[in-house]
């Protein structure tokens, strides 16, 4: 069995950056599970309760921590939607990394306007923006804003080395 590695947070926070980092840093035999490309670009699915992309996600998920020794789920992935998807993934694996970023809305807005091609505006951010919206599980690390990218991809890493 392998280990899960979750990282959630808000849109513009930083999470995409973090786990494409982590998944070219920890090599082969690991896979990277993005929430916006389950739903939006394969299934074309809107993120309602209950949604197609949940069980997908869940299925993928098995599948690595059966076959990979790491498996990264990353996305907004809202407690109220996929809390429970994510808790029994979490019971599934090995050992499990669970991280959230826990950003003000101003500093998801900033880091948003950072991107090449943000693809939204402040308005749709201000929309989908969830405040603390923890799992409430033991383990749960959340990642504050005086952590830069690189400070968060090596404390993960270091996470893992332990």
């Keep these: 069995m392998g ?3 979750v990282i959630r947070g808000n849109s513009g926070s930083g999470k995409t950056v973090t786990a494409n980092a982590l998944h070219e840093q920890l090599g082969e035999n690991n896979l990277l599970i993005p929430q916006d490309y389950v739903r939006r670009t394969m299934l074309r699915v ?8 949940i069980d997908l996600i869940k299925e993928m998920t098995l599948f690595g921590i059966k076959n990979c020794r790491y498996t990264i789920i990353e996305g907004i992935l809202p407690a109220s ?3 429970q998807m994510l808790s029994e993934m979490i019971d599934q694996a090995d050992q499990s990394f669970i991280y959230y970023y826990d ?5 998801t807005v900033k880091r ?31 990642i504050d804003p005086s952590l830069g990218q690189e400070a968060v991809v090596r404390k993960i890493m270091g996470d893992l080395a332990h």
């Design 46 to 53: 809107k993120d309602t309760p209950k949604n197609l992309s």
């Design 81 to 83: 939607k996929y809390g």
């Design 103 to 107: 950003l003000p809305f101003e500093e």
């Design 3 to 5: 280990n899960l590695i």
């Design 112 to 142: 948003h306007q950072e991107k090449m091609n943000p693809g939204f505006d402040e308005v749709d951010l201000a929309k989908w923006f969830r405040p603390h919206d923890l799992l409430q599980i033991t383990g749960e690390r959340v």
